[in-house]
């Protein structure tokens, strides 16, 4: 049986299918949404990257200088770095490969190797700080790694991003072993020699001795966490204790865990009032947000979380991303902070029913469906009750709902008619 994390199967001509892949990504950015010749785990990926990035697209720097050393000293992954680096440093000290490792954002932390090679990276922003989630990098070992929870190769014209064609990586996500939440992951990366069964063995070999350590060294700093999804009021807990926030406050911290590179507060002042907000508003907001959570979690220049934050919006999209449908939606309460008009979490809010719903309706699951229908925000969906009628054909109620909603839309339509 072929492994799908492995880029090559054996007896295959490495300098052919580094030309066969690249054809096949010509006519996905010409239009072909899935090349019949690609890996399933890379196709997805390609897609999922498409809609965020161009193939011309260089990772941006999130994290630099004072800011970067804080962060990454405070990170869960520090601890075990000499594990990393004994089993894979050797690889980076031999001049041909470099050993990465990012946080559960796809944020860089540690990026070592030969000079040379070090060099060669940086010409791609491969560097430390910079954010290879597929969102902001496209198709990468470490970036695909954390969406798909995976241990992978990404084989050189396999890259979304013409940039980082050049490259072959293996890497495997790594989770705390307590609570199973992901930490980050350790990457490969080097050559087309690289994707070979080895690698991806020893990256993932790597992960869960770091697994192991982490068990034997007791509970990690449990970190903030947010629950935004199915109430109009956030509910926010640092170290377990319970922090009270208001509507706008809520608002806020959503939206500064969705963008942990930060944003400034003409962004934030867009994302919460639109056009016309006064600046001296949204600072008199984030001045009283930061005298609840405390500079040690709010920076500003730009406003940022400090601190990697638990979120249940980014626990359902994790999920959706991975493919894992049924998990996503038990994880899903219901809308995001449903009463907000903020612009910002308007759009959040529908991104995330619409990634959900499509998910739903595409798996065809009776259950599934059902579920959603049986929601408070559910039962009015016509078009989730036509796929249940489709799934249950002799359903009498499902068939009786489809009319009466098909009836309701239709002088909707007629009364807004001119």
């Not at 054809?23 to 390609?46: D, I, K, N, Y």
């Not at 994290?63 to 992954?77: C, I, K, M, V």
């Amino acid at each position: 049986m072929v492994n799908p994390w492995l880029a090559l199967t054996p007896g295959d001509d490495p300098a052919e299918r580094i030309r066969q892949v690249g054809r096949a990504h010509e006519r996905f950015l010409a239009g072909e949404q899935r090349p019949p010749t690609m890996r399933p785990v890379v196709a997805e990926s390609w897609a999922r990257s498409a809609a965020h990035i161009r193939a011309d697209t260089t990772a941006p720097i999130d994290l630099a200088d004072d800011d970067l050393e804080a962060y990454r000293s405070a990170h869960p992954l520090s601890r075990v770095m000499p594990i990393f680096r004994d089993l894979l440093g050797g690889l980076a000290e031999d001049g041909d490969h470099i050993l990465a490792v990012c946080d559960e954002h796809g944020r860089l932390l540690w990026v070592e190797g030969h000079p040379s090679t070090l060099r060669g990276a940086a010409s791609m922003n491969f560097v430390p700080g910079a954010r290879w989630d597929e969102a902001h990098a496209g198709t990468n070992a470490p970036g695909t790694a954390l969406a798909v929870d995976h241990a992978l190769q990404i084989f050189a014209t396999e890259h979304f991003s013409h940039p980082a064609q050049r490259w072959t990586c293996a890497a495997a996500p790594v989770h705390d072993p307590g609570t199973g939440r992901l930490l980050g992951a350790i990457d490969v990366t080097g050559g087309d020699h690289l994707a070979n069964p080895h690698s991806l063995a020893l990256v993932r070999a790597t992960a869960l001795a770091a697994e192991a350590y982490l068990r034997g060294v007791g509970p990690l700093p449990q970190r903030p966490q947010v629950a935004a999804l199915g109430r109009d009021e956030a509910r926010l807990a640092v170290g377990g204790k319970p922090v009270r926030l208001g509507r706008r406050h809520s608002e806020l911290l959503v939206l500064l865990t969705v963008h942990p590179e930060g944003r400034t507060g003409d962004q934030l002042g867009f994302d919460l009032y639109g056009d016309g907000v006064s600046p001296v508003t949204v600072r008199a907001e984030l001045s009283r947000l930061r005298r609840i959570l405390g500079p040690e979690l709010l920076d500003s220049r730009p406003y940022r979380l400090r601190a990697g934050v638990e979120t249940d919006l980014g626990t359902v999209a994790r999920l959706l991303d991975a493919g894992r449908t049924a998990e996503a939606m038990d994880a899903y309460p219901g809308p995001l902070l449903p009463a907000s008009d903020a612009p910002g979490i308007v759009r959040l809010r529908r991104r995330l029913d619409d990634r959900l719903r499509a998910a739903i309706l595409g798996s065809a699951d009776r259950r599934l469906v059902q579920t959603w229908l049986n929601r408070p925000w559910g039962g009015d969906d016509l078009e989730m009750w036509q796929a249940y009628a489709g799934l249950m054909p002799r359903d009498p109620v499902a068939a009786r709902r489809v009319a009466a909603l098909t009836r309701e839309y239709a002088c909707n339509v007629s009364a807004t008619w001119p």
